[in-house]
Every structure is written in C-alpha cells, then in structure tokens.
C-alpha cells in the first residue's frame, strides 16, 4: 500500500484587502516557499461587519465557512498591516466572527502566529502586539519568541513577491516554531501519513 505525506493545513489571513498587499505578499511567499512543507491556504477578509443579531446558527455562509476552515486548520499565521497605530478593520472584524460563539470558538488554542508588515521603519509592531491581545482574550494559543515585524517593505516587497530573502528566512523560522509547538503541545504529527 502506498502512502503520501499530508503537509500540515495552516490557514494565512492577510490584514489587507488590497491586491498588491505587502501583507498578502508575504503569505504567498510563505505558500510558495520550498522551505516549509505546509498546505497554506490564504482567505481574503471581506467578510460582512460583525452584527450579533445575524450570529448563531443563522450566521452568513461565509462566516461558517471561515469558521469550518480554521477549526479544521493546524494553524493560523496572519500577516497584517497597521493602521492609525493600530490593527486594521477586516482584520479585527475577522478575528470578532471567529471569536464566537463565546467559550466555543474555533479560534480557542488554536495555534497563531502574527507578522506584522509596514512601509515604515516601525514595521506595524503597534499592531502586531494588539492582534495579540485579541487573540489572548479568546484565548488563542499565541505563539511567541521574536516577534516577526517586516518594517521598509516597499523596498523589499517587489512585484508582489519578498525579495528580501532574510526576512522570508526569519517568517519560516517562526512557522517552524509554530509547527514544533502545535507538536509538542498536541503531540500530533506536523505532518500526516495518508494511505493511498
Ligand atoms: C488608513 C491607513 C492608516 C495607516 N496607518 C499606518 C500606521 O499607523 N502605521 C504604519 O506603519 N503604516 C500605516 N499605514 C500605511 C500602511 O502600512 C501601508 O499603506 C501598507 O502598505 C498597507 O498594508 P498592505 O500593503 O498590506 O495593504 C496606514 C495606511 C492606511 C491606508
């Protein structure tokens, strides 16, 4: 009998809903990279403003189905840009949806790395550090040690892709480190063994 190696599903949530997103491009260069042998499937934001009157078992198709996706995910790794100092809507909106139903979310322990992507110098550390309180008061499983934040990413992010191979060296690094914890901390194998 054959068997084939099932990579790890990590669901990648870009904090922006531009086409030519920094955010995004990092996601896709993590996707792409032959470094990390993850199944990364990226979802792009627009999901409806969180109204607690349209949530429960009547919640839009779209938030279910976000919803299913996380919950049969590995991980998370979101890439987000900052916004006035702080983490931009679609972002916090999504992360509202998938908060919920309260004490049942898919969100609770799961495991989630945050990088944080700017044109500026500061590289969005002001909001990489609130994604972080959202994502504790769920509580998700933050995944911590040195804080990827990709600051001067006009310069580095060309075309759409990461040019700049150092700090697409230290993302995977971190997605590493979320794998080895979601191992450790689950004791399931980072990838799966699939009889075909
Ligand atoms: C409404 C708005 C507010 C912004 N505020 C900040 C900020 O506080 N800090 C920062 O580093 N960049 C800020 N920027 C610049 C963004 O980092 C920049 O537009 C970035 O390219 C957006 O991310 P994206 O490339 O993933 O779409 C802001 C941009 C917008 C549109």
Redesign the pocket.
């Known amino acids: 009998m054959d068997q084939r190696v099932i990579p790890p599903q990590i669901i990648g949530l ?5 086409q ?6 990092v996601l896709r260069g993590l996707q792409a990279h032959p470094d990390l042998a993850v199944d990364l499937r990226i979802w792009r934001l627009d999901l409806p403003l969180y109204n607690e009157d349209e949530d429960g078992s009547a919640a839009p198709v779209v938030v279910q189905r976000f919803r299913n996706a996380i919950g049969r995910s590995t991980g998370i790794v979101i ?8 983490i ?1 809507g679609v972002l916090k909106n999504a992360l509202d949806w998938a908060s919920r139903p309260f004490g049942k979310s898919v969100l609770i322990h799961k495991p989630v790395l945050v990088i944080s ?4 110098f ?3 550390a ?2 990489h550090a609130q994604v972080n309180e959202t994502l504790l008061s769920i509580p998700a499983d933050v995944i911590g040690g040195p804080q990827v934040v990709i600051g001067n ?2 310069s580095k992010i060309v075309d759409g892709s990461v040019a700049d191979k150092n700090d697409l060296a230290f993302a995977i690094s971190a997605v590493h480190g979320m794998l080895a914890y979601t191992s450790a901390r689950w004791g399931q194998p980072q990838s799966l063994l699939a009889e075909i």
């Not at 870009?14 to 531009?18: F, K, M, T, V």
């Not at 030519?20 to 491009?25: E, F």
Request: aromatic share 6%; charged share 10%.
């Open positions: 870009p904090g922006s809903l531009r030519q997103s920094y955010s995004l491009a890439a987000t840009p900052e916004y006035n100092h702080g931009p992507v700017s044109p500026a500061t590289g969005g002001r909001a990413a006009a």
